[in-house]
């Protein structure tokens, strides 16, 4: 039974790519690329979590975001509607190349090996992880598991995200 508190989730994982791009001119180089791309990552984290997502985190070290969706399908889209002018190139994609298709598919192979039996195989253009696909996502503990496996089953989920 899906329980009334937990608010509904689209899209669990949105993975953001950052590097791959920038607005700077050419003749800044190389290490003042990578500062305007870590700029631009920062500054769309903090624009996202000023919209209503409080737990945005800011980007790791490859300027990239690894983040579960806790808000409701409403409030995420009114966030990134309000930050796509600082949006990373790439960013919240669902499309995938064959080598992400096949990285997706090895993820959700083993998300249910690590105990999430309902996981389904990844459809292209649609969110990874979609928690109104997952039924025992909604029971008690479902979510605790689904977390779970994730972490586990990072390495397969990152190459989906672009093979860093």
């Known amino acids: 039974m899906r329980s009334a508190l937990r608010p509904p989730v689209l899209a669990m994982v ?38 209503g997502v409080s737990d945005f985190p800011d980007p790791d070290a490859s300027n990239g975001f690894e983040y579960g969706v806790s808000v409701t ?8 509607d309000a ?6 190139p790439g960013s ?10 096949k990285e997706a ?5 083993c998300v249910r090996e690590h105990g999430v039996r309902d996981f389904p195989d990844p459809i292209d253009g649609e969110p990874l992880i979609d ?13 605790t598991v689904l977390n779970a496996a994730i972490q586990t089953c990072r390495d397969p989920l990152a190459k989906t995200a672009g093979g860093r």
């Open 131 to 143: 928690t109104y696909r997952i039924p025992s996502s909604g029971t008690d503990g479902g979510m």
């Open 83 to 88: 930050c796509k002018d600082l949006q990373p």
């Open 92 to 101: 919240l994609s669902a499309e995938r190349d064959p080598e992400q298709e």
């Open 73 to 80: 399908p409403a409030v995420w889209s009114t966030a990134v």
């Open 14 to 51: 949105a993975l953001i790519s950052a590097g791959c791009g920038s607005n700077a001119p050419s003749e800044t180089g190389p290490a003042n690329t990578k500062v305007a791309d870590r700029d631009k990552a920062v500054r769309f984290a903090e624009c996202i979590r000023a919209h």
């Open 105 to 109: 598919l090895a993820f959700a192979r």
